[in-house]
């Protein structure tokens, strides 16, 4: 069993910059992916940012953004600390929303992007961006 806990959730005015975290604990089980979700009143849950992990707990390092996020967001993993971070940037009221840290695919040819995909969630921290 993998335990996934969020934080850094904040209110910020446009242009502004989060740091996420996402620690794990029980980490033997993540086996290949740790990703970022959001979802915003209304709206599906979307993928936001991926780092694979597999090849020994966070030993791979291959990311992946969604095209709305490149070049703003980074995500990132500090070993020592198990703990993966979202560093946002140039924050705009459209990346309002609730962010989740999901971990471990059910299937491996599940897509990463797909919030289906995942069989570990936290509880989400929440991200306001005001204009």
């Known amino acids: 069993q993998v335990q996934l806990v969020e934080s850094g959730g904040a209110s910020v005015q446009a242009g502004g910059s989060l740091r996420l975290s996402c620690a794990a604990s029980?980490?033997?089980?993540?086996?290949?992916?740790i990703a970022w979700f959001r979802q915003a009143p209304g709206k599906e849950r979307e993928g936001v940012a991926t780092?694979?992990?597999?090849?020994?707990?966070?030993?791979?390092?291959?990311?992946d953004y969604a095209d709305s996020v490149k070049g703003r967001f980074t995500i990132s993993q500090d070993n020592a600390k198990n703990t993966v971070y979202l560093q946002m940037n140039s924050l705009k009221p459209g990346d309002t929303a609730m962010y989740y840290c999901?971990?471990?695919?059910?299937?491996?040819?599940?897509?990463?992007?797909?919030?289906?995909?995942?069989?570990?969630w936290g509880q989400g921290t929440q991200v306001t961006v005001s204009s």
């Open positions: 029980g980490h033997s089980h993540i086996s290949d992916y």
């Open positions: 780092i694979y992990v597999g090849g020994g707990y966070y030993g791979g390092g291959n990311r």
């Open positions: 999901a971990a471990d695919l059910i299937r491996s040819d599940y897509d990463p992007m797909e919030a289906r995909s995942y069989n570990y």
